[in-house]
């Protein structure tokens, strides 16, 4: 009885953990990790996401490129420091993450 109590506890943090990142790109980003070496308006190790979003502005794939770039890293697009691949996202956490990169204002 204890231990399917405790399951049930983890299966409900677990899911709740998951809607919460699903529908949130700067959570998403936060726990992924990306906000080591990226910032919304300075360039830290990587490109500042304003410096992204002015890159794409207009680019009807942009969505697209970004998902791949953070799902398999890049090398060169932004200098010398490549970035690694972060395979282990699901797809709709990406395309948010993307997407709230892309939207990112002044």
Not at 46 to 61: H, N, T, V
Request: charged share 20%.
């Amino acid at each position: 009885m204890k231990t399917s109590l405790h399951l049930m506890a983890l299966a409900i943090g677990i899911g709740a953990t998951g809607l919460a990142q699903a529908s949130d790109g700067e959570t998403l980003l936060k726990d992924s990790g990306c906000l080591s070496c990226h910032a919304k308006a300075e360039k830290i190790v990587g490109p500042a996401f304003l410096a992204i979003a002015d890159k794409y502005r207009g680019d009807k794939d942009a969505v697209a490129s970004l998902v791949q770039s953070i799902q398999n890293g890049s090398k060169g697009k932004w200098g010398r420091i490549p970035m690694p691949g972060h395979s282990s996202i699901s797809q709709d956490d990406l395309k948010t993450m993307a997407r709230h990169i892309l939207a990112t204002k002044p």
